[in-house]
């Protein structure tokens, strides 16, 4: 998709609708009832998203980072690393909230 289309549109318009199916999630429990199945749906919408959307952030981040003059390694090392502390103490934090 990012071969045909221009980046930056392609990102501004997968990343509402990544948003938009998580924001219905109350709203169709609030309407109609949140079933099962209405959540799988909106999780097969939110996911036919994120892979586009993920790889047309990777794709703009050289020219930002060039553009803010931030070095690309830095960020993307910072980056990974609080992304793995995250899953790290994230799943830890919520297991320990959930038994006390």
Same mark, same amino acid.
């Given at each position: ?5 221009? @980046? @930056? ?8 609708? *990544?948003?938009?199916? %998580?924001?219905?999630? #109350? ?7 949140? *079933? ?15 892979? #586009? ?8 981040? #050289? ?10 390694? @830095?960020?993307?090392? %910072?980056?990974? *690393?609080? =992304? *793995?502390?995250?899953?790290? %103490?994230? #799943?830890?934090?919520?297991? =320990?909230?959930?038994?006390?």
């Amino acid at each position: 998709m990012l071969d045909v289309l221009n @980046r @930056r549109d392609v990102s501004a318009v997968l990343d509402p609708v *990544s948003a938009a199916s %998580v924001a219905m999630l #109350p709203v169709i429990d609030a309407t109609v009832g949140l *079933s099962f199945g209405w959540f799988v749906a909106f999780g097969l919408i939110g996911a036919i998203r994120d892979v #586009p959307g993920m790889t047309t952030r990777d794709v703009l981040l #050289p020219a930002v980072c060039k553009k803010d003059g931030v070095d690309m390694q @830095r960020f993307v090392g %910072v980056s990974q *690393s609080a =992304e *793995s502390l995250l899953a790290a %103490v994230g #799943p830890s934090a919520a297991a =320990e909230r959930a038994v006390s």
